[in-house]
T-cell receptor, first 114, second 112 residues
Framework: AQKVTQAQTEISVVEKEDVTLDCVYETRDTTYYLFWYKQPPSGELVFLIRRNSFDEQNEISGRYSWNFQKSTSSFNFTITASQVVDSAVYFCALTTDSWGKLQFGAGTQVVVTP | EAGVTQFPSHSVIEKGQTVTLRCDPISGHDNLYWYRRVMGKEIKFLLHFVKESKQDESGMPNNRFLAERTGGTYSTLKVQPAELEDSGVYFC??????????FGSGTQLSVL
C-alpha cells in the first residue's frame, strides 16, 4: 500500500521567514515519482515539481527548494524568504504507475503574513 | 490557452437528489482524471479516461457515481442519489500522454 503523510496541518510565518513543509511517503515499489502541488486561493492545483526515485539530487528553483532523501522516505519542500503570495495549500503526492494516478497527502496550509 | 474548466464551481443539494458535475479539459488532452477531496482530507483518485474510454475507475466509491466522457472531449460525473458523505471538492485534471497534469479549480459539492 502507498501512503503520503504531511503531518503539518498549518504553518504560519511572517514574510521573509523560511518555511519547510514535510512529506513522508510509503511504498514498496522501487520505481516511483514524487510531486509537489500548490493550491492557491483560486482553487486549482498547480504543479511545482516531479522527482523520480532514482534521482536523489536536491533541486532549487528560485525561492523553492526540495530535499529528497530515500533513506528517510522524505521529500521536503522549503520556501526561502516567504512572500504573501506563497500563502496556499501545498500537497505532496506519490505515484508508481503513471503521471496521473496520484496518491496525495492531506496538504499543509501555509499562511504568510506581512 | 484555456485551462481545465469545471462547473458549477459550487453546488448545494439535498440528500437523495442528483447532481452532475462537468469538466472541460484542455483541448488536445487525451487523459482526463477525476479526483475528490473530502472534509479536508487527502485528495483521492476517482478515475481516469483515455479519450472516451475508462482506463481506471478503481477509485470510484460506489455505483451511485457515474462518469462519462462522450466523444473524448468533456466529461461529466453524476452522483445519484447523493448522500451526505459525498460532500467535498471534486477536481478534474487533464494531460497529454506522459505529461504533467493540469487541474481545474474544482467543484465544491455540499449535500445537506
Amino acid at each position: 500500500a502507498q501512503k503520503v503523510t504531511q503531518a503539518q496541518t498549518e504553518i504560519s510565518v511572517v514574510e521573509k521567514e523560511d518555511v519547510t513543509l514535510d512529506c513522508v511517503y510509503e511504498t514498496r515499489d522501487t520505481t516511483y515519482y514524487l510531486f509537489w502541488y500548490k493550491q492557491p486561493p483560486s482553487g486549482e492545483l498547480v504543479f511545482l515539481i516531479r522527482r523520480n526515485s532514482f534521482d536523489e539530487q536536491n533541486e532549487i528553483s528560485g525561492r523553492y527548494s526540495w530535499n529528497f532523501q530515500k533513506s528517510t522516505s522524505s521529500f521536503n519542500f522549503t520556501i526561502t524568504a516567504s512572500q504573501v503570495v506563497d500563502s496556499a495549500v501545498y500537497f505532496c503526492a506519490l505515484t508508481t504507475d503513471s503521471w496521473g494516478k496520484l496518491q496525495f497527502g492531506a496538504g499543509t496550509q501555509v499562511v504568510v503574513t506581512p | 490557452e484555456a485551462g481545465v474548466t469545471q462547473f458549477p464551481s459550487h453546488s448545494v443539494i439535498e440528500k437523495g437528489q442528483t447532481v452532475t458535475l462537468r469538466c472541460d479539459p484542455i483541448s488536445g488532452h487525451d487523459n482526463l482524471y477525476w479526483y475528490r477531496r473530502v472534509m479536508g482530507k487527502e485528495i483521492k483518485f476517482l478515475l481516469h479516461f483515455v479519450k472516451e474510454s475508462k482506463q481506471d475507475e478503481s477509485g470510484m466509491p460506489n455505483n451511485r457515481f457515474l462518469a462519462e466522457r462522450t466523444g473524448g472531449t468533456y466529461s461529466t460525473l453524476k452522483v445519484q442519489p447523493a448522500e451526505l458523505e459525498d460532500s467535498g471538492v471534486y477536481f478534474c485534471a487533464s494531460s497529454q500522454v506522459g505529461e504533467k497534469l493540469f487541474f481545474g479549480s474544482g467543484t465544491q459539492l455540499s449535500v445537506l
